[in-house]
């Protein structure tokens, strides 16, 4: 039954609001709002509230992952270039200590030197990339298995 | 409608045939068939059949690579510690070119720093780790999805 | 005729508003309005209608380019601390498309190591660090004389 | 006599606004109101006034330390995790010339590798870390020393 | 009295079949099959039944240390080449979680640079090298030594 | 007059039995059949007997190399991504003592940085690389030349 | 009025006398004789008079230097190749201690590695790169800026 | 009431006993002594008797910390050169287990490179650097109280 | 038919004049002279004629390249110690476009570390190494055959 | 018969003299003496005078081994901590020539990175690591076996 | 008895024709001539005629050594900037077998970090720098002490 | 005339007590004593008296320096294995400000790659290298000469 767990965060870093309308060779043509709504049903059918949350400063994202961090079951977190750049971030999860999987649109690993390295990956449960917009509906996925398990 | 495509092959590296007997505490306790069972029966729903291969030894995956990847449709694969040192199944997957979605049980990210680079990582669709059993799952719905859009 | 053009961004990163106020030794004594006033002028009589844009905050300057870049022809970058540390920026600018020089007052190849990389210059259609705020006129007159050639 | 002097002023980073609330085993159990009462109470006792700013946003430190850093005797700052990848809260320094102590709740050379190097050390008076919360305090002392010898 | 303990593996990577026959001065003149006669008579005497293996092949390596490693009460291993270059025997022997000591013919600390690095003597118990065939002699007295004290 | 010479080795490592029915615009459209006749028919109007060795294995290289390459003359090696990765395969090579000239189809220091480096070529007469099947016959042609001047 | 100040050298290194002829996809269609012309004409107008030097060999490039840099100016130079080898060319640079601008035709540092370190940058006043023949004219300028400054 | 808990160790490395007569512009006019001396009246005021200890001899400062390091309460160590080269100081503190406080004269960070890396840092409580003879002050200071909360 | 063909260039860099004359053990007794008379029979009996040219002056080779690189039909280049310091006579090649084949007298794989990169190899359409004067007629028969086949 | 051979040395570095004594657990409980008295029987059984020598400085090492290390048969030396920093000490056994075994009580390549180094492996004999007091036991017999043979 | 001897080369890379006219204060005031000719005068009372060369080409240099170095005595070589770059030059001396003083100027050790390589050391006798002109009379004298020994 | 100057310190570090008795074809057969009363009378001839000073003692050196280097007029240090590792010595010769030469008896950089870096070289007037004994006749020579110029 839906609304009795706490809420799963979806987090967007810089550049995310931007899915859909640019580059969608690259990036896919659905919007972040599409995505997001998918994502939604998803979590909803299994009883988790989801907020979501898009920013591209590093200080709102931080923020946010204080405020909503606390009470929340799990994270679903795509920092986009925060992901290799931000130790704040970081910071603020193991501050909040919440469970979380990271997601990636594109294969990470196929692309710049810059940007194999995460802050993230070591403190997540699990690293999600490269399958476009379906990496959102794995992570949460896997997550929601990993909290039913608990 | 099953067996209208053509196989997805499922391989396993080094010491995964150990899965479920020993250290259970670390890669769970459902031994390798177990987690194939569970995998091959999503993967009939969806009319891929599966053949499965596991071997301790690098040259055997390379074989079956060549052998069985020509006409496969996909590949999820676990090289185990060939992740991490075999150029070898690399090569063997590119001369086959054959689409495929790396997988690992643990988070290889916060483990030691000489498992944080693949040989795979950067010639896959993408890459799911640190979800134990569950990733073959993902990894194979993850597959599927590619193969249905293309 | 001046006006026909689209607008040509002109970003300044953080600590550049401290221009001319602050070790005007090392910067030089013109305030960031002046050296604007003044590239603006240039600009203007080329045709190009000019919009200026600075914040010490990364998020900020990456939603400017995310709303402004993607009408406008050309932009000029100071990204000033941000050039060496933000991928952020980088990928907005990837995001719109914009062609844009980079340009710096100071030469920074003669200063720390850790100014001697920029996360920009790869993607620019040139660089020009050195000549003070001099590096902005003809950072702008060469950006004009390539969007005059396409 | 409090008063005559130029006031101090106190940052703190990211995530330090979540000290004595979460993880108290690592950072000790006083709120940073709790530290920082103590610390302006020791500075007004010396007679210099002090202003504290806590912010999670990269831009908004530089942009205090522009508006603030100006008149002010000196700093004391405990960048959190922008100590180890903002350079533009270095050069806000630099350009408002403030001198400052540079403190840390743990100690940073027992923790992570990339939280070895600061962006901060080299042009500080000196560091501090390890003390937990009596880091402000003995960074206070240290720099007020410093001042009254000048 | 002999027999009563589990089993104590010796294994040899590849190459070591050619000891004795083929360079002489470096790897002296006794042949692998003249060591390991020694050395299961000195085990012989302590009560502790020695299985020997010698491959060339990684895998097979592996799959020695799954089948005979989970009973056995301690192993002598010289991996040769694959001292410095296998991952996949270095799981294969946490998998089993055996204790083992680590032996070489020749100092590996005189040799080329890219023998000074061990994927197993951090897993060891010890390491002794460059004592020809004696170190397995050491490596097998010392291991005993080990297992009378537990 | 053939015959009266050692055997000439030929040694090809992993992915080599899939030329010319894969990716013939990579590696040419001769298959590794015709291109081992070819070379034959030149060693054996030169006197040499050939004996062709292809495996995907490590451990069975090391076998034959071992085996063969006691009594041989000379011995052409391409030995594929094991070239990058196999110290076994070095080792048993100085084992044997044989002179060897080290061939590859493609120019490897125009590909991935991982394949600059060759753990056989310090130990090699000569390199030739980048002439597709060309580089058995140079090969095989310096070969001879060298031993027939000793 | 022309001709009342020291000259203005303008140096090109190896290969840049083929500009125009040869590959005009990357390095535009104007020969160098065409650059140096319109230069030359700016100059005249400022009252320089402009000395060009092309060489491809090293030796000659510094001996120009040395003879005719004691008396210039300034200079603009496009070392080509010998930017990122050149400590001969640095050092007559630093004896005859002449004020110089750093160009080149293409950006630098989007081409390969070896390309983005200069012997130069640290020395000039600032460097130009990437605005293809118009690099000399925005070098030039900002040059006499400079020297009008003083 | 003074007397009643262990020692306090304070020791100094090489070249300490010049402090004050030698480049006092660098480090200060007051003589080793004389800190010494206002150190120990500190100390005295809260109890603890202090043991001095200056050498230029890693093996004698060694020494002295294993004899008088078992009993002591706590430790306030500069170890100047030796910080930066001694593992053996490092192993002996490590074997008395002694709780200490690393404090610098200068601060280390901003001179040669080879002084930004310590072998006591990890494994002190804190690490105090900058302030000249007040450091010893703070350090100690620092100790007691975390000496006092335990 | 001989002649029909354009050019064929071969270049020898720097000390290559001195070969057969000095170190003949380590390079050969045969002279330049002699070898390049061989390999321009080889080459003539092909239709292909051969300019021959040595310099110790890494600018005459860029000029010879520049000169007679445009018109001719392949090049054979051993540049000797600028093998690994010229970038300029890469970009002389680069702005022929000449296909050409680096040779090497000895194999530089097992020489000095510095010696092991090539500023050519990734250029080159292969690379043969270690043949003595051999290498050269391999390095000429291998460039033949691939302009045969074009 | 004991007594016609020379003496062996046995070296202890810096804080081997609180073997026994302090971390137990982690160095045995044996101390020193003990384990001397131990090695002393096997030597004086198989005629060879002991000479044992421990130190915390390095100078007395070094002065040490040149007085004894002439006449000596050979050395068993655990250098502690100075293993990895002293040149000194490797050039004092370099300059008496004397063969010697290099032995750890426990296994330093599973301690912290700065200790994988040894500045002494090179020029031993070999190498004993992991087996606590009875390192130096193994590593007395292997090197009298070495001196039997010689 | 004067003139017995061969020759001793001395040779000046690039930018030493500048000595004595340009920057004095940190080359010294005597010119190249006058240094060489005290130099001259020393050499010529051993009986060594001197034969001095200057150039600012790499390959004049090279070419130097070719022609006088087979019948030379020794060399005195200050290659300048060559130094860091020229492995031709390197090459030529090795070629030739001439022994050689390496001498500088300036202390190489304390200026740029690039310049604290030389390829040449590692084939010298010995190296003499920082002496100013005097590190050529120290350097002929030494070399010439070593000739006469032998 | 003698005397009238202040003292030539001449100092030696470990192990080179041992000169002349051990490894002459490597160090020569004049013992220090011998070497040391050759430089004496120079020094003598020049009025200067000298202090030599061996120790194996890194702390020992470091005491003599400061004693003596404070009145003294110069220094030749050859500090042995220390050249590499010590800072300690480094910086009593900063603290007492004395001008000195670096010598060594062997060319250190044809050495172990860890001998090439000094922790003096940058803080001397110059290093002398590789002259065998000779090198400190040519260091005092040098230095005096240095010191009769101020």
Same mark, same amino acid.
């Given at each position: 039954?839906a609304?009795?767990?706490?809420n799963?965060?979806? *987090?967007?870093?810089?550049?995310l ?13 659905r919007?972040?709002?599409? *995505?997001?709504a ?13 907020? +979501?949350f898009?920013?591209?400063?590093e200080?709102e ?5 204080q ?13 986009? $270039? ?20 990271e ?12 940007? +194999? +390295?995460?802050?993230l990956?070591?403190i997540?449960?699990?690293?999600? $990339? ?7 509906e794995?992570g ?11």
């Open positions: 039954m609304g009795k767990h706490g799963i965060l979806i *987090i967007n870093g810089p550049n609001n931007m899915l859909g309308t640019r580059e969608p060779e690259k990036y896919g043509s919007t972040l709002e599409e *995505i997001i998918g994502v939604k049903k998803i979590s909803a059918d299994k009883g988790y509230p989801v907020i +979501h898009q920013s591209n400063a200080g994202i931080v923020g946010f992952i405020r909503e961090g606390i009470d929340a079951s799990g994270m679903i977190i795509n920092a986009g $270039a925060y992901t290799h750049t931000s130790i704040a971030i970081r910071d603020s999860i193991l501050a909040v200590g919440i469970p979380f999987v997601v990636h649109l594109t294969n990470i690993y196929r692309r710049e030197e810059f940007r +194999h +390295h995460s802050y990956s070591d997540a449960i699990g690293v999600i $990339a490269g399958f476009g917009a379906d990496s959102y794995w949460l996925r896997a997550l929601i298995n990993i909290l039913e398990k608990e």
